[in-house]
């Protein structure tokens, strides 16, 4: 994955101590992409495709 944190720390022989640190960060940006993921599929889904406005 290009923007895997652990995949990165892997190839990089990080101890497998510090491997949850890297998991841990690879959770927390996936949880944060949730809600635009969620509206995709909604978008898809109920919408036609159409764009869904910007979130502020």
Known sequence: ????K???AYSDN???SK??????EDS???IAKL????AIIYR???RDGTAVGAID
């Open 14 to 16: 990080v101890p497998k």
């Open 19 to 24: 491997y949850w640190e890297y998991i841990y």
């Open 1 to 4: 994955n290009l923007n895997s």
């Open 6 to 8: 652990f995949a990165k």
């Open 35 to 38: 809600p635009t993921i969620a």
């Open 28 to 30: 927390m940006d996936l």
């Open 44 to 46: 898809n889904l109920y």
